[in-house]
């Protein structure tokens, strides 16, 4: 059990624009019904009174798409809208078509939320509100303190951080984090009590759940009094009592056998507990944030984890991705532990062949073993040029077969194809992702150049910044 200092947070603005006034710049959209319609001017009076500036073109990070009833052209626009441009839409739905059906199909198509404009004695209200949570949501995600502390921007780890950063600053709720070992399950406690927003909050407490003696687990938790039994020369406060005011950050809380999660429900539920030969009760104020690789859920159905008690810790639940579902995190991730190994100092850049190799390879042991991997690279590299392929560790070197033929066998694009099948992709999104993917990578391979990076890709420069302007476009 060790306590953690709070950190600084300072958010930075973040796409979206905060008039000086107050007032907050979004994009909007019509479908299905016509921009001059009077119900649709009647609706942007009213959210221009909330203090909102709308605008036709798709700049600002957040907008509003009024609709008046689901169809196909509706959902992909949200699925373009949402996916490739990562904004953030809010749907209105002004006819009478806003069933539960109806809304949960926008959910799945990429809708943040839907109102039925007819259903909310404040409708426009409604709609300022969701979006300026929108937008401090976006802030804090472009603040240092979350950038460099969940680093990436694969879509499946972007909705878990956006999710994560809300809970944690607008809402009390204890949280449940899930994942494989190696995900990042403390640093999203450390984030967590970071965004915190509580006044003279106190510590975040970390106790591995795997580390506690049965004969002892008492103490850990509850604390004891001087004397309570051999050894006690003096009172201790405990996990409860440290945490007082602050996070009690509990990690591999599946390990807990039955028993001590029976002695913990009390404490979770009402906030008092004894210490170990103590008789007064004593009072705690925490948030608890509880961390396991193991499936909790099925395990609470075989009766293997208490019930009562799994529903006290997840009130929020959150599954962090492996690096396998969000490959395009690597690098980022790499360049970011090779900033940290070379603090003050300009970090050095990866090699073309060092920068496939890291992409390539599987990490069993996720961002854990990455991290240990680089750093190994790291601390190999002298100079001021590019990490190059003498850096890797002579175990970790590739064989003798023919990289091309690697990758022409398939294997390197199947973990990626499979994801984008079961997420609903069809054949021209994922050829048209592999090659934003390609031209993505040999832009920063040659460091912003489109006229070296069409060398590399076989094409006219013509034809690059073609499709980027195509791209800006849409």
Known sequence: ?????????????????????????????CSGVAPDDPQVRRLTDELSAEGLTLQHARQPDLGILLVDS????????????????????????????????????????????????????????????????????????????????????????????RQLVEVAHFTSLSLLVTGESGTGKELVAQLVHALDPRPSKGDLVVLDCTTVVPSLSGSEFFGHERGAFTGAVAQRLGAFGAADGGTLFLDEVGELPLQLQAELLRVVQEGTYKRVGGNTWQRTSFRLICATNRDLAEEERRGAFRRDFYHRIAAWRCHLPSLRDRTRDILPLAEHFVRLQHSGDPPPAFDPAVSAFLTERTYPGNVRELRTFVERIAQRHV???????GDVPDDERPGDGDPGETWRSGRCFESGVLHALAAGASLKEIGDMARDTAIRLAVAQEGGSLQSASKVLSV?????????AARARH
Do not use: Y
Request: aromatic content about 6%; cysteine-free.
């Open 70 to 161: 689901l169809s196909d052209e509706v959902a992909a626009f949200l699925r373009e809208t949402t996916l490739e441009r990562d904004q953030r839409v809010l749907v209105v739905v002004l006819g009478d078509e806003a069933d539960a059906v109806t809304s949960w199909r926008l959910l799945a198509a990429g809708a943040g939320d839907v109102i039925a404009w007819s259903r909310s004695p404040q409708p426009a209200a409604d709609v300022a509100a969701r979006l300026r949570r929108w937008h401090a949501v976006h802030q804090l995600m472009a603040s240092p303190v979350v950038a460099n502390t969940l680093v990436g921007s694969a879509p499946a780890w972007h909705r878990v951080v």
């Open 1 to 29: 059990m060790h306590p953690r200092a709070d950190q600084d947070l300072a958010a930075e603005n973040g796409r979206a624009e905060i008039r000086s006034d107050g007032g907050l710049v979004v994009w909007w959209h």
């Open 383 to 389: 100079g001021q040029g590019p990490i190059t392929v």
């Open 460 to 468: 006219s420069d013509r034809a690059l910044q073609m499709r980027k």
